[in-house]
């Protein structure tokens, strides 16, 4: 430092420079036109540490280390400034020529640009902490700049894709959308240019090669002055929920279908098992009279079998009911099926049935289905009894079952020429106890093709009915793959 002395008489253009800007209160660097250092203030010293006698004769680069020209052919700029004890602090620097009468010297006057370097550390914080979070989130995220193309992607999106960010970034990622999903995506393009929120599913490949279901939401990003930045969003499994959504919709069915049957139970045994209840109490009743008044016992007897025939009947309901209500899921044992052989092992349950009616059965080549054996059989045996049992009287029954298969499931078709179905019964006569015909006419509860609808949907497929009134019939059934 160049002392003040009050007594010196300042001459030289240096000392007059050295009167000026002792007391500043800004740090002053004074250099000489080839940027040799001359003097350096109090204020500088107080800021660097450095004192004038250390860095006179040094050039103003080994001090001022320039970083950004932030205004550019203008005389500021800013810079990093060695200090002695406190590392490098970042100065704004005002850069001032002085004329000939001055030698050319140079004036560089310094301050703190404490701002500045609060909002880098500001900002480095913010993406510290930014990046921390988003790894330590469960969820996947990402990012996109404004052409929408991916530069982020969270440690959660890069474990779960096991693919390296270098291989994600801009549009790479989409490789690992499945196919059939891909125009989910070019779908959004509006929703992006109008710079909507979205919501979106599709299925990503997951590093264990399991396409998995992904509930994506994005979000625009501004930044502060408003100009667009692209996108961020954030990214779900929701496998897991949808098999759950999915099983919930199953079991809701499955509950609908058993308080339908439910229904169907009270209104059986308020309808059908009242009618041989009363059929019972009256001729109890008669034979009660016969036997008081002494009427001839062949009466009675002829009323006792009428009893006799009633309670029967009830007995074939309560049984028919029970089989019913004993067809469900648990415990069911699924297993390889070879319709070929339950389709024989109806028709031969059948023999007697067949033989007195001369019916003549044929069928194609049935497939294996995954399904319970003695439930299966039962299906194609009800099929095939109806089928005989509903004859036409002017023509030898004959009987065909079929089969077509579309991608996940078989339909398989058991075909008559009997006395066909109106179509307005279609629904009908798959609700238990339900019959078209008088028992007089042909024999027989009602609860076969109820069963039939079980047993089929209890194998996840559908039963139905198309026919020819007075032609013939068609019952349809599928079962999966
Ligand atoms: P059931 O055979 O004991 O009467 P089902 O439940 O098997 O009971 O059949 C219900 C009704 O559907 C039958 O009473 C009959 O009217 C009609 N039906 C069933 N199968 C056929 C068929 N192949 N042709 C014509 N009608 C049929």
Known sequence: MVPYNATKV?????????????????????????????????????????????????????????????????????????TKTNGQLWVRVSETRLGEEWDGKIIYTLVENHGLEQL???????????SSLADASPVMIWM????????????????????????????????????????????????????????LEYRLLRKDGVYRHIMEIGTPRYLPDGTYAGYMGSCLDITDLKKAQHELANYTAELKRSNEELEQFAYVASHDLQEPLRMISSYIQLIKKNLETGRPPQETFEFMNFVTDAVARMQMLISDLLQFS????????????????????????????????????????????????????????????????FRSPDRIPEVHISVKEDENRYVFCVSDNGIGIEDKHYHRIFVIFQRLHARSEYEGTGIGLAICRKIVELHGGEIWVDSCYGKGSCFYFTLKK
């Open 10 to 82: 300042y001459q030289t253009a240096l000392d007059q420079l050295v009167l000026l800007f002792e007391p500043y209160a800004e740090a002053v660097v004074v250099a000489d036109a080839n940027n040799t250092v001359l003097y350096v203030n109090p204020a500088f010293t107080a800021l660097t540490g450095y004192q004038c006698s250390e860095v006179t004769g040094k050039r103003h680069t080994d001090l001022l280390i320039v970083r950004v020209n932030y205004h550019v052919n203008t005389d500021r700029w800013e810079a990093r400034i060695n």
């Open 120 to 130: 880098k550390g500001l900002l480095k914080e913010s993406e510290t902490r930014f």
């Open 144 to 199: 996109t700049d404004p052409d929408n193309l991916c530069f982020y992607l969270n440690k959660a999106w890069l474990e779960f894709t096991g693919k390296p960010l270098e291989e994600q970034v801009g549009v790479g990622w989409l490789k690992l959308v499945h196919d059939e999903d891909l125009n989910k995506f070019n779908d959004l393009n509006d929703l992006l240019q109008e710079r909507r929120q979205y919501s």
């Open 326 to 389: 004993r067809l469900n899921r648990k415990g069911l044992p699924f297993a390889p099926v070879d319709l070929n052989a339950v389709a024989n092992a109806a028709i031969i349950n059948l023999t007697q049935r067949i033989s007195e009616n001369n019916a003549k059965i044929t069928l194609d080549n049935l497939p294996t289905v995954t399904g319970e054996r003695s439930q299966l059989t039962r299906l194609f045996q009800n099929l095939i009894d109806n089928a005989i049992k």
